[in-house]
Protein backbone atom coordinates (compact mmCIF):
# COMPACT_ATOMS: atom_id res chain seq x y z
CA UNK A 1 0.00 0.00 0.00
CA UNK A 2 1.16 3.93 -0.27
CA UNK A 3 1.13 5.84 2.37
CA UNK A 4 1.23 10.01 1.15
CA UNK A 5 -0.97 12.59 1.09
CA UNK A 6 -1.33 16.24 -0.99
CA UNK A 7 1.27 16.26 -4.24
CA UNK A 8 4.46 15.11 -1.54
CA UNK A 9 6.39 11.71 -2.82
CA UNK A 10 4.91 8.21 -1.48
CA UNK A 11 5.97 6.25 0.64
CA UNK A 12 6.14 2.94 -0.55
CA UNK A 13 5.42 -0.31 1.91
CA UNK A 14 6.29 -3.57 -0.11
CA UNK A 15 7.38 -6.39 0.86
CA UNK A 16 11.42 -6.52 -0.06
CA UNK A 17 12.02 -9.81 -2.02
CA UNK A 18 15.36 -9.63 -1.68
CA UNK A 19 15.76 -12.10 0.65
CA UNK A 20 12.66 -13.70 0.17
CA UNK A 21 10.45 -13.96 3.61
CA UNK A 22 11.90 -17.76 3.67
CA UNK A 23 15.24 -16.91 4.27
CA UNK A 24 15.14 -13.53 5.86
CA UNK A 25 15.75 -13.51 9.47
CA UNK A 26 12.75 -10.76 10.52
CA UNK A 27 9.26 -11.81 11.16
CA UNK A 28 8.65 -8.09 9.82
CA UNK A 29 7.15 -7.10 6.16
CA UNK A 30 10.34 -5.20 4.99
CA UNK A 31 9.73 -1.49 4.09
CA UNK A 32 11.69 0.04 1.13
CA UNK A 33 11.95 3.86 1.43
CA UNK A 34 12.35 5.90 -1.69
CA UNK A 35 15.31 8.12 -0.75
CA UNK A 36 15.19 11.69 -1.78
CA UNK A 37 18.32 12.90 -3.45
CA UNK A 38 20.02 16.40 -2.42
CA UNK A 39 23.16 18.24 -2.43
CA UNK A 40 25.06 18.86 0.15
CA UNK A 41 24.19 21.59 2.96
CA UNK A 42 26.38 23.63 5.23
CA UNK A 43 26.36 23.23 8.99
CA UNK A 44 23.79 25.12 10.79
CA UNK A 45 22.94 25.20 14.07
CA UNK A 46 19.48 23.60 15.70
CA UNK A 47 16.70 25.88 16.78
CA UNK A 48 14.47 25.01 19.72
CA UNK A 49 11.37 23.51 17.62
CA UNK A 50 11.40 21.91 13.55
CA UNK A 51 11.65 24.39 10.92
CA UNK A 52 7.86 25.64 9.62
CA UNK A 53 6.96 26.69 6.31
CA UNK A 54 6.66 29.96 7.65
CA UNK A 55 10.06 30.45 8.87
CA UNK A 56 10.95 29.35 5.11
CA UNK A 57 8.77 31.78 4.25
CA UNK A 58 10.72 35.02 6.02
CA UNK A 59 14.00 34.07 5.70
CA UNK A 60 13.03 33.64 1.53
CA UNK A 61 10.62 36.91 1.92
CA UNK A 62 8.26 35.11 0.34
CA UNK A 63 5.14 33.78 1.69
CA UNK A 64 4.14 30.57 2.84
CA UNK A 65 1.86 29.36 -0.60
CA UNK A 66 4.86 30.49 -2.50
CA UNK A 67 6.73 27.57 -0.65
CA UNK A 68 4.52 25.08 -0.61
CA UNK A 69 4.41 25.30 -4.79
CA UNK A 70 8.42 25.62 -4.91
CA UNK A 71 7.93 22.21 -3.12
CA UNK A 72 5.28 20.81 -5.03
CA UNK A 73 5.09 22.61 -8.49
CA UNK A 74 8.68 23.99 -8.76
CA UNK A 75 7.78 25.12 -12.69
CA UNK A 76 5.40 27.66 -11.71
CA UNK A 77 8.05 29.96 -9.79
CA UNK A 78 10.74 31.73 -11.99
CA UNK A 79 14.07 30.56 -11.43
CA UNK A 80 15.49 33.24 -9.04
CA UNK A 81 12.33 33.08 -6.64
CA UNK A 82 12.59 29.28 -6.80
CA UNK A 83 16.42 29.13 -6.01
CA UNK A 84 15.69 31.32 -3.04
CA UNK A 85 13.34 29.71 -1.61
CA UNK A 86 15.36 26.57 -2.42
CA UNK A 87 18.30 28.30 -0.74
CA UNK A 88 16.18 29.09 2.90
CA UNK A 89 15.32 25.42 2.57
CA UNK A 90 18.69 23.66 2.33
CA UNK A 91 20.25 26.71 5.18
CA UNK A 92 17.28 25.46 7.62
CA UNK A 93 17.00 21.92 6.78
CA UNK A 94 13.38 22.28 6.71
CA UNK A 95 11.62 18.86 5.72
CA UNK A 96 7.91 19.10 4.53
CA UNK A 97 5.59 17.54 6.51
CA UNK A 98 3.73 14.68 4.73
CA UNK A 99 1.29 14.13 6.56
CA UNK A 100 0.40 17.78 7.31
CA UNK A 101 -3.08 17.87 5.31
CA UNK A 102 -4.95 16.21 7.80
CA UNK A 103 -4.12 12.84 8.16
CA UNK A 104 -2.24 13.22 11.08
CA UNK A 105 -5.47 13.56 13.81
CA UNK A 106 -3.38 12.66 16.75
CA UNK A 107 -0.09 10.76 16.81
CA UNK A 108 1.21 8.57 14.10
CA UNK A 109 2.35 5.94 16.71
CA UNK A 110 4.91 4.93 13.78
CA UNK A 111 8.66 4.29 14.66
CA UNK A 112 11.21 4.16 12.00
CA UNK A 113 14.42 1.87 12.78
CA UNK A 114 17.17 2.37 10.45
CA UNK A 115 19.30 -0.99 9.82
CA UNK A 116 22.76 -1.26 8.11
CA UNK A 117 21.66 -4.38 6.22
CA UNK A 118 18.69 -6.59 5.86
CA UNK A 119 20.22 -9.67 5.15
CA UNK A 120 22.11 -10.63 8.04
CA UNK A 121 21.05 -12.17 11.33
CA UNK A 122 23.11 -10.38 13.46
CA UNK A 123 20.30 -7.97 14.65
CA UNK A 124 17.19 -10.16 14.15
CA UNK A 125 16.92 -10.08 18.48
CA UNK A 126 17.57 -6.44 18.96
CA UNK A 127 14.44 -6.03 15.93
CA UNK A 128 12.04 -8.43 17.06
CA UNK A 129 12.07 -7.06 21.06
CA UNK A 130 12.12 -3.23 19.67
CA UNK A 131 9.12 -4.59 16.92
CA UNK A 132 7.28 -6.33 19.94
CA UNK A 133 7.82 -3.70 22.90
CA UNK A 134 6.71 -1.09 20.75
CA UNK A 135 3.60 -3.29 19.52
CA UNK A 136 2.94 -3.69 23.17
CA UNK A 137 2.02 0.34 23.41
CA UNK A 138 0.61 0.50 20.10
CA UNK A 139 3.03 1.48 17.98
CA UNK A 140 3.95 0.21 14.41
CA UNK A 141 7.50 -0.41 13.23
CA UNK A 142 8.56 0.95 10.11
CA UNK A 143 12.29 -0.15 8.60
CA UNK A 144 14.58 1.22 6.18
CA UNK A 145 18.12 0.00 4.91
CA UNK A 146 21.17 2.50 5.21
CA UNK A 147 23.64 -0.08 3.40
CA UNK A 148 26.70 0.78 5.36
CA UNK A 149 26.99 4.06 3.11
CA UNK A 150 26.69 7.36 4.59
CA UNK A 151 25.38 9.37 1.80
CA UNK A 152 22.12 6.67 1.73
CA UNK A 153 21.98 7.14 5.00
CA UNK A 154 21.71 10.88 4.89
CA UNK A 155 18.89 10.68 2.29
CA UNK A 156 17.16 7.55 4.32
CA UNK A 157 16.87 10.13 7.20
CA UNK A 158 15.38 12.42 5.30
CA UNK A 159 12.86 10.83 3.99
CA UNK A 160 11.84 9.56 7.17
CA UNK A 161 11.89 12.61 8.50
CA UNK A 162 9.13 13.97 5.89
CA UNK A 163 6.77 11.40 7.81
CA UNK A 164 7.12 12.69 11.26
CA UNK A 165 7.33 9.29 12.88
CA UNK A 166 7.17 9.84 16.46
CA UNK A 167 10.82 8.17 17.12
CA UNK A 168 13.83 6.99 15.28
CA UNK A 169 15.77 4.01 16.06
CA UNK A 170 19.30 3.93 14.63
CA UNK A 171 21.16 0.53 14.43
CA UNK A 172 24.43 2.25 14.98
CA UNK A 173 25.24 5.70 15.52
CA UNK A 174 24.80 7.95 12.37
CA UNK A 175 27.43 7.70 9.99
CA UNK A 176 26.70 11.17 8.35
CA UNK A 177 26.96 14.82 9.26
CA UNK A 178 24.23 15.64 7.37
CA UNK A 179 22.07 13.23 8.46
CA UNK A 180 23.28 14.26 12.33
CA UNK A 181 22.22 17.76 11.79
CA UNK A 182 18.68 16.76 9.89
CA UNK A 183 17.68 14.98 12.63
CA UNK A 184 18.66 16.96 15.19
CA UNK A 185 16.99 19.88 13.69
CA UNK A 186 13.56 17.53 13.45
CA UNK A 187 13.19 17.27 17.12
CA UNK A 188 12.43 13.83 16.56
CA UNK A 189 13.52 11.53 19.63
CA UNK A 190 16.39 9.42 18.40
CA UNK A 191 17.95 6.40 20.17
CA UNK A 192 21.08 5.24 18.41
CA UNK A 193 22.04 1.81 19.27
CA UNK A 194 25.04 -0.97 19.16
CA UNK A 195 27.51 1.85 19.93
CA UNK A 196 28.59 3.99 22.62
CA UNK A 197 29.64 7.50 21.32
CA UNK A 198 30.37 10.97 23.42
CA UNK A 199 28.74 12.64 20.46
CA UNK A 200 25.15 11.05 20.81
CA UNK A 201 22.59 13.26 18.69
CA UNK A 202 20.49 12.52 21.53
CA UNK A 203 19.65 8.99 23.26
CA UNK A 204 21.97 6.17 23.38
CA UNK A 205 21.88 1.94 24.16
CA UNK A 206 24.55 0.64 23.27
CA UNK A 207 28.54 -1.43 24.26
CA UNK A 208 31.57 -0.64 23.67
CA UNK A 209 33.20 -2.31 20.36
CA UNK A 210 36.89 -1.11 21.67
CA UNK A 211 36.31 -3.07 25.21
CA UNK A 212 34.87 -5.95 22.87
CA UNK A 213 38.31 -6.08 20.78
CA UNK A 214 40.68 -5.68 23.49
CA UNK A 215 38.74 -8.51 25.61
CA UNK A 216 38.83 -11.30 23.29
CA UNK A 217 42.59 -10.95 22.61
CA UNK A 218 42.68 -11.02 26.14
CA UNK A 219 40.44 -13.96 26.17
CA UNK A 220 43.05 -15.97 24.07
CA UNK A 221 46.08 -14.47 25.50
CA UNK A 222 44.96 -16.15 28.86
CA UNK A 223 44.95 -19.63 26.94
CA UNK A 224 48.41 -19.39 26.25
CA UNK A 225 47.57 -18.32 22.20
CA UNK A 226 51.10 -16.21 21.11
CA UNK A 227 49.68 -15.83 17.20
CA UNK A 228 46.69 -14.32 16.34
CA UNK A 229 44.43 -13.64 13.35
CA UNK A 230 41.44 -12.05 13.03
CA UNK A 231 38.99 -11.97 9.97
CA UNK A 232 36.59 -9.26 10.08
CA UNK A 233 34.14 -7.04 7.95
CA UNK A 234 35.22 -3.46 7.02
CA UNK A 235 32.81 -1.16 8.31
CA UNK A 236 33.00 0.78 10.79
CA UNK A 237 32.37 -0.68 13.79
CA UNK A 238 34.33 -3.58 12.92
CA UNK A 239 37.40 -1.77 12.31
CA UNK A 240 37.05 -0.18 16.04
CA UNK A 241 37.35 -4.10 17.03
CA UNK A 242 40.34 -4.69 14.89
CA UNK A 243 42.02 -1.92 16.35
CA UNK A 244 41.44 -3.03 19.73
CA UNK A 245 42.15 -6.30 19.30
CA UNK A 246 45.75 -5.44 17.44
CA UNK A 247 46.61 -3.15 20.34
CA UNK A 248 45.85 -5.50 23.10
CA UNK A 249 47.57 -8.14 21.67
CA UNK A 250 50.96 -5.68 21.24
CA UNK A 251 50.39 -5.15 24.83
CA UNK A 252 50.48 -8.25 25.76
CA UNK A 253 53.80 -9.06 23.92
CA UNK A 254 52.68 -11.00 21.42
CA UNK A 255 53.42 -10.53 17.39
CA UNK A 256 51.42 -8.73 14.92
CA UNK A 257 47.39 -9.72 14.22
CA UNK A 258 47.32 -10.84 10.82
CA UNK A 259 43.98 -9.06 10.00
CA UNK A 260 41.73 -10.26 6.84
CA UNK A 261 38.65 -7.41 5.71
CA UNK A 262 35.53 -9.28 4.16
CA UNK A 263 32.64 -6.87 2.55
CA UNK A 264 29.71 -6.23 4.88
CA UNK A 265 27.45 -7.91 5.49
CA UNK A 266 29.22 -10.81 6.29
CA UNK A 267 29.18 -14.25 4.51
CA UNK A 268 29.58 -17.94 5.04
CA UNK A 269 31.97 -17.51 1.92
CA UNK A 270 33.50 -14.32 3.64
CA UNK A 271 34.78 -16.40 6.63
CA UNK A 272 36.14 -19.30 4.32
CA UNK A 273 37.82 -16.80 2.49
CA UNK A 274 39.32 -15.02 5.34
CA UNK A 275 40.53 -18.05 7.29
CA UNK A 276 42.18 -18.96 4.18
CA UNK A 277 43.92 -15.59 3.79
CA UNK A 278 45.22 -15.33 7.10
CA UNK A 279 46.37 -19.11 7.35
CA UNK A 280 48.15 -18.13 3.61
CA UNK A 281 49.98 -15.12 5.08
CA UNK A 282 50.56 -16.55 8.86
CA UNK A 283 50.16 -20.46 8.90
CA UNK A 284 51.16 -20.26 12.44
CA UNK A 285 48.14 -18.67 13.46
CA UNK A 286 46.36 -20.99 16.35
CA UNK A 287 43.70 -18.06 17.46
CA UNK A 288 41.17 -16.13 15.24
CA UNK A 289 38.69 -13.87 15.83
CA UNK A 290 36.08 -13.26 14.04
CA UNK A 291 33.37 -10.21 13.95
CA UNK A 292 30.54 -11.76 13.13
CA UNK A 293 28.98 -15.56 13.94
CA UNK A 294 28.41 -15.67 10.33
CA UNK A 295 32.04 -15.37 9.61
CA UNK A 296 32.89 -17.66 12.45
CA UNK A 297 30.92 -20.42 11.31
CA UNK A 298 32.57 -19.93 7.47
CA UNK A 299 35.90 -20.01 9.17
CA UNK A 300 35.12 -23.13 11.39
CA UNK A 301 34.03 -24.53 8.05
CA UNK A 302 37.17 -23.70 6.43
CA UNK A 303 39.01 -25.02 9.24
CA UNK A 304 37.40 -28.99 8.57
CA UNK A 305 38.25 -28.25 4.74
CA UNK A 306 42.52 -27.76 5.96
CA UNK A 307 42.53 -30.48 8.40
CA UNK A 308 42.58 -28.57 11.35
CA UNK A 309 41.62 -29.09 14.66
CA UNK A 310 39.29 -26.82 16.48
CA UNK A 311 40.43 -25.88 19.34
CA UNK A 312 43.85 -28.09 19.23
CA UNK A 313 45.03 -26.45 16.04
CA UNK A 314 43.03 -23.48 16.08
CA UNK A 315 40.89 -21.76 18.33
CA UNK A 316 37.81 -19.57 17.00
CA UNK A 317 35.95 -16.75 18.37
CA UNK A 318 32.55 -15.05 16.84
CA UNK A 319 30.37 -12.27 17.95
CA UNK A 320 26.99 -11.88 18.24
CA UNK A 321 25.89 -15.08 19.91
CA UNK A 322 22.93 -16.11 17.13
CA UNK A 323 20.95 -19.02 17.60
CA UNK A 324 23.01 -21.27 15.52
CA UNK A 325 26.21 -21.30 17.50
CA UNK A 326 25.62 -23.12 20.23
CA UNK A 327 25.05 -26.30 17.79
CA UNK A 328 27.76 -25.36 15.43
CA UNK A 329 30.60 -28.29 15.56
CA UNK A 330 32.19 -27.87 18.07
CA UNK A 331 29.78 -25.07 19.77
CA UNK A 332 31.14 -21.69 19.31
CA UNK A 333 32.63 -19.03 21.55
CA UNK A 334 31.17 -16.08 20.87
CA UNK A 335 30.46 -12.34 22.30
CA UNK A 336 27.01 -12.60 23.87
CA UNK A 337 25.67 -9.20 22.70
CA UNK A 338 21.78 -8.40 24.70
CA UNK A 339 19.66 -7.50 21.49
CA UNK A 340 16.66 -8.05 23.57
CA UNK A 341 17.53 -5.64 26.11
CA UNK A 342 18.34 -2.91 23.61
CA UNK A 343 15.30 -3.28 21.67
CA UNK A 344 13.22 -3.07 24.86
CA UNK A 345 14.74 0.08 26.44
CA UNK A 346 14.86 2.28 23.13
CA UNK A 347 11.32 1.02 22.37
CA UNK A 348 10.80 2.51 26.10
CA UNK A 349 12.95 5.50 25.31
CA UNK A 350 10.82 6.55 22.49
CA UNK A 351 7.41 5.94 24.00
CA UNK A 352 8.70 8.07 26.80
CA UNK A 353 9.24 10.79 25.20
CA UNK A 354 6.67 11.00 22.34
CA UNK A 355 4.54 11.07 25.77
CA UNK A 356 6.33 14.29 27.10
CA UNK A 357 7.59 11.93 30.12
CA UNK A 358 10.78 11.99 31.25
CA UNK A 359 14.07 9.07 30.51
CA UNK A 360 15.21 8.05 33.47
CA UNK A 361 18.53 7.36 31.74
CA UNK A 362 19.52 8.95 28.28
CA UNK A 363 22.76 6.88 27.84
CA UNK A 364 22.74 3.57 28.79
CA UNK A 365 26.06 0.79 28.29
CA UNK A 366 24.95 -2.57 28.22
CA UNK A 367 28.04 -4.25 28.24
CA UNK A 368 28.66 -7.73 26.58
CA UNK A 369 29.80 -11.40 27.92
CA UNK A 370 32.10 -13.28 25.97
CA UNK A 371 30.03 -17.08 26.00
CA UNK A 372 32.62 -19.76 26.42
CA UNK A 373 32.30 -22.82 24.34
CA UNK A 374 34.13 -25.62 23.20
CA UNK A 375 35.69 -23.72 19.77
CA UNK A 376 38.15 -21.68 21.88
Not at 322 to 349: N, S, W, Y
Amino acid sequence: MAIGTGRLPPLQLRPNTTPSRSTSPYHLAWTTIAALSAPPYPPVQPTDRPSKIQDVARAAGVSAMTVSRAINHPERLNPETLQRVRDAIASMRYVPNALASGLRLSRARLVAALLPTLVGPVFQELIQSLDHALNQHGYQLMIGRTGYDAAQEADLIRAIIQRRPDGIVMIGTAASEEGRALLQASRIPVVETWDLADTAIDMLVGFSHHAIGAAVAEHFVAKGHRQLGMVSGDDARARVRVAAYAQAAQAAGLPEVTVAFTPAPSTLGGGRRGLADVLLKHPEVTAVFCSSDTLALGALIEAQHQGLRVPQDLAVVGLGDQEFAKDTAPPLTTVRLDGTRIGQLAADMIVARSLDQPVDAHHVDIGFAITQRSSS
